[in-house]
């Protein structure tokens, strides 16, 4: 009978230690929405303008001619208004065929209704400028907006820019026969392995000259070391690679914006080595991943050390993409506090909804992840994917452990996938760890389960239903 009391009263106090650890898990999530969330978007204020307008016709701009570049006309009246103190540079209504754009402090670019930036595929129009490709340092082509080290700056209004990419040109130099690659034209088969060398072996920045030759895509807009940046109503089409991507910048709003790019490395957009980002009522159709959170890669990450932190997306719609909101692959230097709500998600063509990737050559550290209140119609692969074994075949350094800690998904609804959870650890430690999903609904899951590969720890599935049923999970 003693022994009988015993081991009652053991097992009722490893139950209640489970049940303390979960509450204390879902405790850490709901403090962190009460009080890290607020504070965080507090500090996200969009940049304001003087009432000064700069029509760019004033500078000699000429619309609907396929043979006038206003490349000089734009960022002469970007340079003027930047000058005398700022305000908006008006686009007015038509198509404006120009070279890249250089965006200036206190500037607005502002589309009209009705207007269209349309980017030239003449290469030669694109001088280097120092950036990133993939979490990598260089001097490339320059970017089609492209803002280095300026303080308020935006892009706005009702109108569109168009990267003008098609397999004709700036897609077919990703190298894929698909995307119209014949073998003989420009791609990044020549430059993309040398600039992973580049890094591997810590060749100074100033000597990573790629360009013309090398077969390296743009991004529509790349803002390098910015502050206080906005990015509202337009519309972005056919980018030659990444749509938006805010590198090393801080206090970032993109709202209302409107993104279709069905191109090769398409992602929407790309916050890297960033801090306090608001994504907010956008729509998504891509390529590529929705939003990909970076924070560089392999040496480079390491290097700089620089995490992207405090992201706030919510209200968005997300369709075709690998992925609705992703952290990595890109994410050396880390990531902290991702906060996602109320966004709807919804295609055949959509591989994940919530998605972490990274490996043993790219590291970082990823930790409090906060997702709540998201309908999926339908994804392709799973709900929730996290992956420490991203691409094992990179030739690269390894031994760079990652870590993913502190995931809470909440009320996450979705009526059709593969699987639900997808969790593929290291084999070698534990390197996953507090992952909870609570009050979540998967249907129409195709195999029925969720699939955990390698050491994890502390995963809790608290009222998850699959099928609508108690979650059954395969450990392989």
Partial sequence: MKHFRFTT????????????????????????????????????VAPTFKNVDYPITSFGAIANDEKYLNTVSINAAINKCSYEGGGRVIVPKGTWHTGPITLKSNVNLYLEEGAILLFTTDLSQYPLALTRWEGMDCYNYQPQVYAYGETNIAITGNGTLDGGASKDNWWAMCGAIGFGWNGNKES???????????????????????????GMRVQLINLYKCKNILIEGVTLLRSPFWVIHPLLSENIT??????????????????????????ENCHFHTGDDCIAIKSGRNGDGRRWNIPSENIIVRNCFMEDGHGGVVIGSEVTGGFNNLFVENCKMNSPNLDRVIRIKTNMCRGGMVENVYVRNVEVGECKEE???????YEPNELSNRGYMPTVRNVFLDNVICKKSNYGVNIDALKEQYNIENIQLRNCSFDGVVKDCN????????????????????????YL
């Avoid at 209302?256 to 994504?279: A, Q, R, T, Y």
């Avoid at 709900?383 to 074994?389: A, G, R, S, Y």
Wanted: hydrophobic share 40%; aromatic share 8%.
């Fill in 254 to 279: 993109v709202r209302g914006v409107h993104v279709f790019n069905d191109g090769p490395n398409g992602d929407g957009c790309d916050p890297e080595s960033c801090k306090d980002v608001l994504i």
């Fill in 383 to 389: 709900v929730l994917k996290i992956n420490l074994n």
């Fill in 9 to 44: 009263f053991f097992l009722m106090s490893l139950m209640a230690m489970s049940l303390m650890a979960k509450k204390h898990v879902f405790d850490k999530s709901v403090q962190a929405w009460a009080e890290t969330y607020p504070t965080i978007q507090s500090r996200i």
């Fill in 451 to 474: 699939i955990i590969k390698g050491k994890v720890k502390g995963i809790y599935f608290n009222g998850l239903k699959i099928n609508k049923k108690k979650a059954k999970t395969v």
């Fill in 188 to 214: 990044q088969k020549i430059g993309r392995p040398l600039l992973q060398k580049w890094n591997d072996e810590n060749i100074p920045v100033e000597k990573r000259i790629l360009g013309k030759g090398f």
